[in-house]
């Protein structure tokens, strides 16, 4: 989902890291209330990548976001930074609603603070 989407801006006038990098904020902010950063920070990490440490509904609510995102843009035929800010919103906003809808059905949040390295040293300290 993600190249596909990074494709679709690379392709319309989307150029330089810190636009991508806007665009991501966008979506994730939207689907999961967090920035990037406050998400990363949420987990403990520090320089490692956070999907790497995302847990699967947290990578499904992901894919489904930027999915989103990238169909609006298509449909819209977006081009460049700012018209690219209103389906990152929208395709977020996808997300975010199947999310709270997911989270009322199970009584479960769906954004955890669970990474992989906390339960990498927690099976590390059962086996010394």
Avoid: C
């Avoid at 997911?102 to 479960?108: A, F, H, R, Y």
């Amino acid at each position: 989902m993600r190249n596909k989407l990074t494709d679709y801006w690379k392709n319309n006038e989307v150029k330089t890291r810190e636009e991508y990098a806007t665009l991501t904020d966008i979506i994730h902010k939207e689907w999961s209330e967090l920035t990037v950063k406050e998400h990363k920070n949420y987990k403990g990490l520090k320089t490692e990548n956070l999907r790497d440490h995302m847990t699967d509904a947290e990578l499904v609510f992901t894919a489904l976001a930027e999915l989103s995102t990238r169909q609006i843009a298509e449909t819209m035929e977006t081009k460049g930074l700012e018209e690219n800010k209103i389906p990152a919103q929208k395709g977020g906003r996808v997300a975010k609603n199947a999310r709270i809808e997911l989270e009322q059905k199970t009584g479960k949040k769906v954004v955890s603070d669970r990474n992989f390295k906390q339960i990498r040293d927690k099976k590390n300290s059962f086996n010394i």
